[in-house]
């Protein structure tokens, strides 16, 4: 096994050997080595893409004209990153941050789009920003329904870490009072346009149960030491060289660098946690160099793996010992069990009469948000849980005839206004929804290839349909024209948010986690990325991560001061 013989190579011991090793970069692995590097741990932190550094993000600065294809993606792009491809925020501005999934191939038994950043800081360049708390609903959603199991911690665990996070990375937003969606640290909030404020007053009128708000963001209104406010130049997939957006890069990654106790490596490809059988603890990480293929060990006595859920997944079970046959602390055998996603893809919008005196500034970077309302105040028998919406409204550009100067002064002036809503609904957990591992094929990288099985089922379904009858009809409130409903529903994967692959519960024979995230079975490696999430919400689950991590952070550097760990 290979756990038995990890301590041959004696001599590279004393040099590979750290008080802890971060597997992951992106806004979790970023959150875990700022909190290990400020408590007085060497931390290295391992990161499989190439590296970034802030504020030098080579496209965030250039002009549309300044790119061969002017922002389209070429057909060698799409056949490159053919997985990436089925994602919106794939373009030619930022298509250096996605890993090429021809030469990082996976099995899909049914479709599920694993959308990969490739490069220090992984995914926290490319999220949306969406940041909402969860409440006790979410937290008790499993043990009420039946659905999954129950969840080892309450919003009141969370709460003063949400507290923390939410200080340090800067989150815009208003103090709702909305009880099933907490209120926080907020800067300022965005402004709505005035027909989106219209919306808000027309929605209030025609419902008790539902309500319009600002988004909650985390883009600066307000700059904070080292990071200036939000630019409203809607290019933060580029990379912002403001650093008004949180991101590792910008944020967490330069805390711990102040600190002296970070050490980064990219191009390091996790292939295994070793584990010492004697002293039933985890002893390092074997890696694969992706630029020389050669493999290398690192030695710590705590592990964070935040790698994100697929990555973290494929760890867990590529690691076996004596121990562990089936992988690394998976005595439930629930690791990689479970997956989630959020379902998305609809596409509501309409036209907007009058208002033609009225415009807005700037290219706002979030949405006006309809907080879940479907079994919230709004019970319903057809399925459970719920969904929330985004909308924003804008103006399009003048239509008309004509060449030239004259096509083009028409271009430049504002036409009519539309509105837009979208919405994000949560995916139960279930057991059959899974990653495996494919040993009968190798990957490039000489490692069994990652097998993904996921689907949504009838839950998800009938929440889809819910939220096309829905939207359609507070448009129609509302007093909007012309109301077109497109779109199809996503597949898993494509809403970034996949998890729940080694979910935290009470109890070691159903779950892979205890209620700070450490593994049942081997609690020096703790999982804080979208692995360990018990049930799904329908928010961005990032602030979530982000909390969990600090929080999980702080409970592991106490027990290794204990010397439990």
Sequence with gaps: MPGDSLYLNTKAIPNNTFDAIVVGSGISGGWAAKELCEKGLKVLLLERGAPVTHPNYTTATKHPWEFEHRGTLSIKDKQERYVAARHYSLGEDNKHFYINDIENPYQEIKRFDWIRGDVLGGRSLLWARACYRWSDQNFEANLRDGHGIDWPIRYKDLAPWYDYVESFIGVSGNRDGIASLPDGQFQPAFEMNAVEKHFQKQVHNAYNTRQVIMGRTANLTQAVKGRANCQARNLCHRGCPFGAY???????????QATGNLTIRPYSLVHQVLYDEKKQRASGVEVIDTQTKKTENFFARLLFLNAATVATTAILLNSVSSRFPNGLGNGSDQVGRNLMDHHKGLSISADVDGWLDSYYYGRRPTSVYIPRFRNVTEPVKDFLRGYHFGASA???????????????NRRQEPGPWVIGMWAFGECLPYADNRITLNHDQKDPWGRPMIAVDCEFKENEKAMHEDMKRTGAEILEKAGFKNIRVAGKMSFPGNANHEMGTARMGKDPKT????????????????????SCMTSSHCVNPSLTYMALT??????????LKKGNI
């Design 246 to 256: 949180f991101s590792t890069n910008a944020s967490t990654l330069p805390a711990a």
């Design 394 to 408: 804008s103006r399009t550009s003048a239509s008309g005839d004509g060449i030239g100067e004259e096509l083009k």
């Design 511 to 530: 779950s892979v986690l205890n209620a700070f995230n450490q593994m049942h079975e081997v609690p020096n490696v703790v999982i804080t990325d979208g």
């Design 550 to 559: 600090a929080r999980a952070a702080a409970h592991a550097v106490e027990e």
